[in-house]
């Protein structure tokens, strides 16, 4: 078994992205600049948002951090999203989901400019992806495409089974596994709560890629001996073992699974630090491509 | 066996349409409008392109068609486009593909405004179908699932296997029959040239939707008994027993099938006629927005 270490690959990334800030420097252009809108003050977000700007910051990026009240009107946030879309300073920008109930969500997706749409949310840009033209690739799918391209896994003719089909993760990456590409022309099966003999399926997988946010949903005994395995599920649960009185899940029972697998990788440290990479990554590819 | 008759649904839905327009029209709106352009003299161009002429006078539309010659440049096309887009009278604008090698059809799918595109090419409404929002559907995959749905085809938890990945009828529909809905819900395998042990794979369908464009590949023994079939291929060969000299021919060799078969779509008539019964309902629904 080999661990797809997603913390170090993120990290070669980000070294690769600061080397290329710093060209941009030399070249006389400005920092990439990402912008993050936080409404509200949700734990989980603040820590994701916490660490994109640290990223950002690793990089050599300027970010700004745009915190709102909870109790935000949606015209109010549409406003502060289009003063963005139109603020040259700013390259890329995302609004942390997810966000209060009285607002639209895939509203506030769609008032966000495309060439800044950096998450890769814009329907303009999952269709992009779709008819496999250059776009933002949404990051977690992008993340996984990078992890599998980066540890050199043989994707081609293999059978891929994706678990989940949630806008963000299941759909895209299906697309991107069964397209013609490298990483990519996979046979992918999607599967999903309405899926029967889901056991017989996940048997047969060459790689498995799971986003289905049920702690170590998937076992050791499930698994084809030689499987690849992508966790992307992450469930927190109070734990008397940690420091902190908390652990991260993932939705794949590690210590049963690992040595049934070529590749696996851990929760946390494998598929959420090269989320943030990627997001870094469409960022400085919005400043590319004004250049 | 029974036969999921394409012409039969196509005039049921036409004719709905038609009493749509009437409705339309005694609240004092004008016609549904559909402009087509076909650029140079492609037989199966012509053919595909009158023959959605003609549905538009069948259900009440006014339609426009629009010859350019194969030698004109690209920028007078996206001209013609530009002056479509912004022309209040036109309400839906397909471009007959495909177009002549000197012209980049992606660029000229891209410039067709996303609220005319009733062929569902564009980016934005691809990506907003991956979104489960409201969208011009892909005309093709729209009609397999308005046949599914009218054959009253019980998809939730069945396995459909999908042969093919074209970005307009493999990519689409394997979305769209793996989303939370119905017809969808399925558990969906996406096959294509990269694809090893096929023959394994369709056995096992439930329902096998068949987008490949080789004639009568699929035959009897490849299939479980009792699947759904839905054959999208049309291959024009030449035949000594038709008038014409040419024969139609499915991805589906139908005479070995049509006994393994629960419900089998003919070629002709089977998905061909949905596709521009769902081209002229996404015209009527490009109409109905702007109310």
Redesign the interface.
Same mark, same amino acid.
């Given at each position: 078994m080999k661990l797809l270490d997603g913390k170090k690959v993120a990290n070669d990334i980000k070294h690769e992205i600061a080397i290329e800030v710093k060209k941009l420097l030399d070249l006389g252009f400005k920092k990439p600049h990402l912008a993050a809108i936080l409404v509200g003050n949700n734990g989980a977000s603040e820590t994701y948002v916490n660490a994109k700007v640290k990223a950002c910051k690793k990089v050599g990026f300027d970010s700004t951090l745009i915190r709102l009240s909870s109790s935000i009107e949606e015209n109010d946030l549409l406003d502060k999203i289009s003063d963005i879309n139109n603020d040259n300073n700013i390259d890329g920008l995302i609004v942390q989901l997810p966000l209060p109930d009285h607002i639209n969500e &895939?509203k506030i997706t769609e008032s966000i400019s495309p060439n800044k749409d950096v998450d890769g949310f814009? *329907?303009?840009? #999952?269709? &992009?992806?779709? #008819?496999? #033209?250059p776009?933002f690739l949404p990051a977690t799918p992008a993340g996984i495409i990078e992890l599998l391209a980066r540890y050199k896994i043989t994707t081609?003719?293999k059978?891929c089974v994706v678990v989940g +089909?949630s806008?963000i993760v299941g759909? *895209?990456i299906?697309?991107l596994m069964? +397209?013609?590409g490298n990483p990519g022309?996979?046979?992918?099966?999607?599967?999903?709560s +309405?899926? &029967?003999e889901i056991h017989n399926?996940i048997k047969q997988a060459d790689i498995l890629i799971v986003a289905l946010g049920k702690a170590e949903f998937i076992k050791g005994n499930m698994l084809k001996k030689g499987v690849t395995i992508i966790d992307v599920g992450i469930t927190r649960k109070k734990s008397d073992k940690t420091k902190s009185g908390w652990k991260l899940f993932g939705d794949v029972d590690f210590e049963s699974c690992r040595d049934r697998a070529s590749f696996i990788t851990p929760v946390p440290g494998g598929v959420g630090p090269m989320t943030i990479a990627m997001l870094l990554k469409n960022t400085l590819l919005a400043v590319q491509r004004k250049k």
């Amino acid at each position: 078994m080999k661990l797809l270490d997603g913390k170090k690959v993120a990290n070669d990334i980000k070294h690769e992205i600061a080397i290329e800030v710093k060209k941009l420097l030399d070249l006389g252009f400005k920092k990439p600049h990402l912008a993050a809108i936080l409404v509200g003050n949700n734990g989980a977000s603040e820590t994701y948002v916490n660490a994109k700007v640290k990223a950002c910051k690793k990089v050599g990026f300027d970010s700004t951090l745009i915190r709102l009240s909870s109790s935000i009107e949606e015209n109010d946030l549409l406003d502060k999203i289009s003063d963005i879309n139109n603020d040259n300073n700013i390259d890329g920008l995302i609004v942390q989901l997810p966000l209060p109930d009285h607002i639209n969500e &895939k509203k506030i997706t769609e008032s966000i400019s495309p060439n800044k749409d950096v998450d890769g949310f814009h *329907p303009e840009n #999952l269709g &992009k992806m779709v #008819l496999n #033209l250059p776009t933002f690739l949404p990051a977690t799918p992008a993340g996984i495409i990078e992890l599998l391209a980066r540890y050199k896994i043989t994707t081609d003719s293999k059978y891929c089974v994706v678990v989940g +089909r949630s806008h963000i993760v299941g759909s *895209p990456i299906s697309i991107l596994m069964a +397209r013609n590409g490298n990483p990519g022309n996979c046979t992918v099966t999607i599967t999903h709560s +309405r899926t &029967k003999e889901i056991h017989n399926i996940i048997k047969q997988a060459d790689i498995l890629i799971v986003a289905l946010g049920k702690a170590e949903f998937i076992k050791g005994n499930m698994l084809k001996k030689g499987v690849t395995i992508i966790d992307v599920g992450i469930t927190r649960k109070k734990s008397d073992k940690t420091k902190s009185g908390w652990k991260l899940f993932g939705d794949v029972d590690f210590e049963s699974c690992r040595d049934r697998a070529s590749f696996i990788t851990p929760v946390p440290g494998g598929v959420g630090p090269m989320t943030i990479a990627m997001l870094l990554k469409n960022t400085l590819l919005a400043v590319q491509r004004k250049k």
